[in-house]
C-alpha cells in the first residue's frame, strides 16, 4: 500500500511544481497518518500557503481511491524541515557545502554513520559519486545505492 500511495501523491504534487521530499504512513490501520514533506522545485522555502495547495490536490485525489486507502485518514503536508532526507543525486549537488548525517557500508570502518560534508558529486545518475568528508578531514566516495539513509545535518547555535 506505502508505495502505491506515494506514487499517487508525487503525481498530485509534481505538476504543482512541488517535490515529494518524504512520504510515511504512520497511526493505525484503521486511522492511518500520512506524513507528506514537499519542497518547491523553484528553490523557495516552502510556504503554509504551498502545503494548504499540496494537501487539498492531494486530498482530492486520494478521496476518489477507496479501495487504495479508507476515507478515514490524516493527512499532514509540511516543508521537509532543517534535517531534510537527502535521496536525489540532484538533492546532493543542491546542498553541496552543507553537513549531512548519513549511514553507508563505505563507513563502516568508522561504525557506519557519520556526520559529514558534502563536498561534491561527480557523474550522473546511477554512476554519480557523491564525496564527503568527515570530521577528521578523512574523504570517502559512494555511490547513492551504497547510503542507506541521508539527512541534512542542523546545529542550533546558542
Not at 504534487?13 to 497511526?27: K, M, N
Not at 504551498?50 to 476515507?71: F, K, V
Not at 532526507?85 to 554513520?113: D, Q
Request: aromatic share 6%.
Amino acid at each position: 500500500m506505502k508505495h502505491e500511495l506515494e506514487a499517487v501523491v508525487a503525481q498530485e504534487v509534481t505538476p504543482l511544481e512541488y517535490e515529494l521530499a518524504e512520504f510515511r504512513v504512520g497511526g493505525t490501520k484503521s486511522r492511518p497518518v500520512l506524513d507528506i514533506r514537499i519542497d518547491r522545485l523553484d528553490g523557495q522555502k516552502v510556504q503554509v500557503g504551498d502545503c494548504e495547495r499540496a494537501s487539498r490536490a492531494i486530498e482530492a485525489r486520494l478521496d476518489t481511491m477507496p479501495d487504495l486507502i479508507d476515507g478515514r485518514y490524516v493527512l499532514e503536508v509540511s516543508s521537509p524541515g532543517m534535517e531534510r532526507p537527502l535521496r536525489t543525486i540532484a538533492h546532493w549537488r543542491r546542498f553541496t557545502g552543507r553537513r549531512a548525517m548519513i549511514t553507508s557500508t563505505v563507513l563502516a570502518a568508522i561504525g557506519g554513520r557519520a556526520e559529514v560534508e558534502i563536498v561534491g558529486v561527480d557523474g550522473e545518475d546511477a554512476e554519480a559519486r557523491i564525496s564527503v568528508k568527515d570530521q577528521k578531514g578523512n574523504m570517502y566516495a559512494m555511490t547513492l545505492a551504497e547510503i542507506s539513509e541521508a539527512r541534512l545535518a542542523f546545529h542550533w547555535k546558542p
